[in-house]
C-alpha cells in the first residue's frame, strides 16, 4: 500500500515538472538577440530571470529522480526510464541555458563594437566638417589642423571591429552589419588622408617662377600701339579743322548773298513767329530718362528680393520652432529618467536613433544660422555670405540621412505604437512621427 502511494506521487510530480522543464528548455533556447545594444541588455535580463526559475525546478527534478530510484525496485518498468528522462532533460537545459548565456554575450560584445564605431564615425565626420571650415593661417595650419586630424585617424586602431575576428556564431548573425561598418568608417579614413594631405599642399610654398627681361626684335612692335593712338588722334584733329574751314567758307557765302540781295528780299522773322517755332521744337511731356527708368526698375528688384528674404527669414523660424517640438515632445519623452511605462523597452534611452542628429541640426539653425541671417538685415549680400560661411556646417545632414535606415527600421519595429500617437496627441501634431521627420 505505501509503496503504491509513493509510485503515484512519483507519477504525479513527475507529469507537472516535465511540462514544466520543457517551458523553460524553450524559453531559454530562444534565438531572439536583438538589434542593439539595450535590446540585448534587456533580453539577457531576462535569460537571468528564467534560469534562476529553472534551476529551482531542475533542484525539483534532481529529487524526484532520487526518489524515483529509491522506489525502482517497486515498478521499475515505469519509474527507470522517467528518471533517466528527467536526468536527459536537466542535461539539456543546462547545457542550453548555457549556450544561450554565450550567445547573448558574444551578441552583446558586437553590438557594443558596432554602436562604438557608430560613434566614433560621426565624431569624426563633426570634426571633418569642422577643421575643413576653421580659419587657420599659413603659420600654423599644419600644426594645429592636421595635428587634429591625425590623432582622430590614428583612434581608428582602438576599434575592436577594425582588427576583431569574430566566431563564426557572430559572423552569421552580424556579418552584414559589420562589413558594412567597417567599409562605412574605411571610407572617412580615406577622406581624413586627402584632408590631410590638401591641407600640407597649401601649407608648402609654391616656388615663384623668374622672368628673364627680353629686349623687342622690331621697334615697330614696341610702338605699334602708341602708334595707332597717335594717327588717331591726328586724323581725328584733321577732321575738325576740316570741317571748321567749311562752316567758315559757308558762312562767308550767306554774308556774300545777303550783301548782294536786295533789302526787300531780306525778312526777320516776327516775335510771334519766333515764339511759336520755339514752341515746336520744345517737346511738352518729355520722355522719362535711361537713369529714371532704371531707377524705378531697380526699386521693383530691390522690394521683390525683399519678399524672398522675408519669406526665408520666416521659413527657418517655422522649421527652428517645429523641430523643437518634436524634439521637446518625443526625444525628451524617450529618454525620460525614469522611463515612462509606457515607453517600450527597445525604445527607451534610444531618442537618437529614431530621430538621429536631430539635435544638432537645430542647435546650428538656431544658434548659427538664423542669427547670422538676421544679422544680414535684408542685405542679399550678406545673406549669401552668411551661407557660404555655414557652407560646411550643412555637412551634418549627412549624418542624418546615414541614421534614416535605423529609424525606419526601429518604427517598422514599434508598428502603431500608442507612446508615440500620445506624444502626437500632446503636441496636436496633424502628421506622426513618420510624417515629420
Known sequence: MDSAIKLRSFEGNYKVLVATLFRHEKILSS??????????????????????????????SQQLFHFGNS????????????????????????????????????????????????????NASKLLCKVSSLEFTAENRESDSVKILEVKLNDVASLRIMREEYSPFV?????????????????????????????????????????????????????????????SARSARTRRSNQDEVSVETARTDV?????????????????????????????????SSSQSSLSAD????????????????????????????????????????????????????????????????????ELLLPSLLKAEMDVNRIGRAFLEHATDFEIYSIYCRNSKKSEELRRILGKNGFLKSCQDKLQHALPLSGNI
Open 299 to 366: 526699386e521693383t528688384d530691390h522690394s521683390r528680393v525683399n519678399l524672398i528674404i522675408e519669406e526665408l527669414i520666416n521659413t527657418e523660424e517655422i522649421y527652428i520652432k517645429e523641430t523643437g517640438e518634436i524634439l521637446t515632445g518625443y526625444g525628451n519623452q524617450i529618454d525620460a529618467k525614469p522611463p515612462h511605462k509606457a515607453c517600450p523597452e527597445v525604445l527607451r534611452g534610444n531618442s537618437r536613433i529614431i530621430l538621429g542628429n536631430m539635435d544638432d541640426i537645430y542647435s546650428f539653425h538656431k
Open 171 to 231: 559572423v552569421s548573425l552580424f556579418g552584414e552589419k559589420i562589413k558594412k561598418t567597417n567599409e562605412e568608417i574605411k571610407e572617412l579614413c580615406d577622406q581624413f588622408e586627402k584632408r590631410i594631405q590638401f591641407i600640407k599642399r597649401e601649407v608648402t610654398p609654391k616656388p615663384i617662377q623668374t622672368v628673364e627681361p627680353r629686349l623687342a626684335d622690331n621697334k615697330s612692335d614696341v610702338c605699334n600701339a602708341p602708334t595707332v593712338c597717335l594717327l
Open 71 to 122: 522506489i525502482s525496485t517497486f515498478g521499475s518498468d515505469s519509474v527507470l526510464p522517467k528518471c533517466q528522462n528527467l536526468e536527459n532533460i536537466i542535461c539539456s537545459i543546462k547545457n542550453v541555458a548555457r549556450k544561450r548565456k554565450t550567445h547573448l554575450e558574444l551578441s552583446l560584445s558586437v553590438s557594443r563594437d558596432i554602436e562604438q564605431a557608430n560613434i566614433w564615425w560621426e
Open 31 to 60: 534565438d531572439e538577440y536583438g538589434k542593439g545594444t539595450l535590446w540585448i541588455m534587456k533580453l539577457i535580463e531576462l535569460h537571468e530571470q528564467n534560469h534562476i526559475e529553472s534551476v529551482e525546478t531542475v533542484e525539483k
Open 256 to 288: 556774300e548773298l545777303i550783301d548782294d540781295s536786295s533789302d526787300d528780299q531780306i525778312r526777320m522773322p516776327n516775335e510771334a513767329e519766333s515764339s511759336q517755332s520755339e514752341e515746336e521744337q520744345i517737346p511738352q511731356n518729355p520722355p522719362l
